[in-house]
């Protein structure tokens, strides 16, 4: 075994110590023009995209030289056991991996800690392993491609990226990277016998092999089928999203139209007879939109940043940047680079209890239950909103935005906070009235107001997840006078805009599957504020009607294809079972493991004549 792994190191020592050389020059001469460990998870993907099509790659060329007959014999008939050569071969590979993506990492890290002012926590040594174990897996996803009997096998590559991209704690997700990778190598060793072509004995090695094949199939078909399913919409020109006019009456319609005329179509289903008269009125009324914009907050360590990490104090050349070792703000000159020193939440030394989210223009911070605007004579930060506890921030209209507002409102899981104007900007403000949200936060899209001659509209529209599956949503006007009294002036249903098969695709498409692949969402901790649980949706019976009629047609398709295939009576009554309840990836993985007979070995079967050996 030791013999095989230096072989294999050799084989590929060059090209690793050319990609580390590379990718190293490459890391630095990047890290001087943006501060790396600050990309948000956008730019992160596209990096990640890269060293994973690397690793896949270089997987799928190492084993393409292996598997021609005569070096597979030369391989696999030595005297080692099949799980010595494959740790020798993986754990070469494995160093190759970490010489040309890890080590370049930690030095560039290491060079930029010692080096310079900028901002170098302990979790992103973590993201550069968690980048290794994602080139490994793919590395392991495109060994496993080269060696299978068909091309559809490619799907696996699917896996990392479903098992591996979320947006939580980068030690968390360094923990799932492993499982990721000792599940792939489970399914490379099965592969690693004499006759590669041959489905995994044993259904141990069956079930560790089929389910990943079939959530990449699953992911596979979701995704293509979805961009199929809209460019024909979009040729149809149905498709609520690239027509002119929306579907009236539809979510789409209520989510894109300008605010007055939004307030205008639900005035219209009122029989409040003072509706004529704000109907008139809204033209000239101060419209006041509250976006819902932070459906997150940033987790401590965090894996990428999903939100802005470094301000310029204004009126300096100061950046400052969150660092979540020390749960402070870091300085350095933007010019000279020099140390600036640290900002906690007193200006000094007090730690953050979370990351804020940092918003423009300057340093201004918006935490789960309040607003901090930065007071640059004192240099400290000074709450100008607070909200109780029990509740977070999800939309803000207030002061820190630019241009001002005149008038402040905060939307939370909760209500809609409208604020009392303040003499000073530093001061906190006291609330003026607050709405109790009138259906489900998780389904809020927009809320508008407008200020009018007798009070202010209030407009909530749902609906934000009905393109995938959920119930219609609603448009709710309200009333506030100026006593802060409440009352209701209409309510109106959102049509859904999308065919009801395209947004239950993800349930019928393979109920065990979407039900697994929501799980990671379930177990890991991502600062979700409105999660949407995909999985207890109630259908409607079209969609079972799809499901049902897709499940028989898995199951016939397995019981036609296991026909030519020999196979035990117990395993091909296995396979009808798991098509029929799982679907077409369970099919369409069949038709990757299991192998049929030719229809000259199945004549010479009929025939009773002997087959070769």
Not at 97 to 114: E, Q, Y
Not at 550 to 568: E, H, N, P, V
Not at 571 to 584: D, Q
Request: charge should be positive; glycine fraction near 8%; include cysteine.
């Amino acid at each position: 075994m030791y013999e095989l792994f230096i072989s294999e190191c050799r084989r590929f020592r060059k090209a690793a110590l050319i990609a580390a050389g590379v990718h190293l020059t490459l890391l630095l001469v990047i890290s001087r023009l943006t501060l790396v460990m600050q990309m948000d998870w956008r730019q992160q993907f596209v990096l990640l995209t890269a060293y994973g099509l690397a690793g896949a790659i270089f997987g799928a060329y190492q084993f393409v030289t292996y598997r021609q007959p005569a070096r597979w014999m030369w391989l696999m008939h030595r005297p080692l056991p099949r799980w010595r050569i494959s740790v020798a071969l993986a754990g070469a590979s494995a160093l190759m991996i970490f010489c040309a993506i890890g080590l370049p990492g930690i030095l560039m890290l290491a060079v930029t800690k010692a080096a310079t002012s900028r901002v170098v926590d302990l979790h992103h040594y973590a993201i550069v392993l968690y980048v290794t174990l994602f080139t490994m897996a793919c590395w392991l996803c495109g060994s496993y491609v080269a060696l299978s009997r068909s091309k559809l096998a490619i799907v696996l590559l699917f896996l990392p990226y479903v098992l591996m991209l979320h947006l939580a704690s980068a030690w968390t997700m360094v923990a799932v990277g492993a499982f990721c990778v000792l599940l792939l190598a489970a399914i490379g060793y099965f592969v690693m016998k004499p006759n590669r072509f041959a489905p995994p004995e044993g259904a141990a090695a069956t079930i560790a092999t089929a389910l990943p094949l079939q959530i990449g199939f699953y992911f596979a078909l979701l995704w293509v089928g979805g961009v199929a399913s809209q460019y024909m919409m979009i040729m149809a020109g149905t498709h609520p999203l690239n027509s002119a006019m929306p579907p009236a009456g539809g979510f789409v319609e209520a989510s894109r139209i300008k605010d007055h005329k939004l307030f205008g179509m639900s005035l219209k289903l009122s029989s409040d007879p003072r509706a004529a008269q704000w109907a008139a009125e809204l033209p000239k009324a101060r419209l006041a939109p509250v976006d819902v914009s932070y459906t997150r907050f940033p987790l401590r360590h965090e894996l990428a940043a999903g939100s802005r990490t470094v301000g310029q104090e204004g009126g300096s050349n100061g950046i400052w940047t969150f660092s979540h070792d020390k749960m402070r703000f870091v300085g350095m000159d933007m010019y000279t680079g020099a140390p600036l020193g640290e900002l906690g939440l007193d200006g000094r030394s007090q730690a953050f209890a979370t990351p804020p989210v940092l918003e423009q223009p300057g340093m201004q911070l918006v935490l789960p239950q309040q607003v901090l605007m930065f007071d640059t004579g004192a240099r400290r930060w000074q709450a100008i909103m607070q909200l109780r506890g029990d509740e977070t921030i999800i939309g803000a209209r207030t002061r820190i935005d630019n241009p001002k507002p005149q008038q402040e409102y905060i939307l939370t899981t909760k209500r809609l906070v409208a604020w009392k104007a303040t003499a000073h900007p530093l001061q906190q403000a006291a609330e003026r009235y607050s709405i109790p949200m009138p259906g489900d936060v998780k389904e809020i899209r927009r809320v508008d107001v407008a200020a009018l001659a007798d009070g202010e509209l209030v407009s909530f529209v749902f609906g934000r997840n009905t393109i995938d599956g959920a119930a219609a949503g609603k448009q709710v006007l309200l009333h506030v006078d100026a006593g802060g009294h409440i009352s209701q002036v209409a309510a109106r249903p959102l049509a859904h805009d999308y065919p009801l098969l395209f947004e239950h695709r993800a349930w019928w498409l393979s109920p065990p599957l979407q039900a697994l692949l929501a799980l990671p969402d379930v177990l890991i901790d991502q600062g979700e504020i409105l999660p949407f649980d995909a999985v207890r949706l109630p259908r409607p019976p079209a969609a079972w009607a799809a499901a049902a009629v897709f499940a028989l047609l898995s199951a016939l398709g397995a019981w036609w294809w296991l026909r030519a295939a020999r196979i035990s009576r117990l395993k091909r009554a296995a396979w009808i079972v798991a098509c029929f309840i799982i679907g077409i990836p369970s099919l369409l993985c069949l038709l990757v493991m299991q192998e049929r007979l030719s229809p000259a070995v199945r004549a010479r079967l009929r025939a009773g004549l002997p087959q070769a050996a």
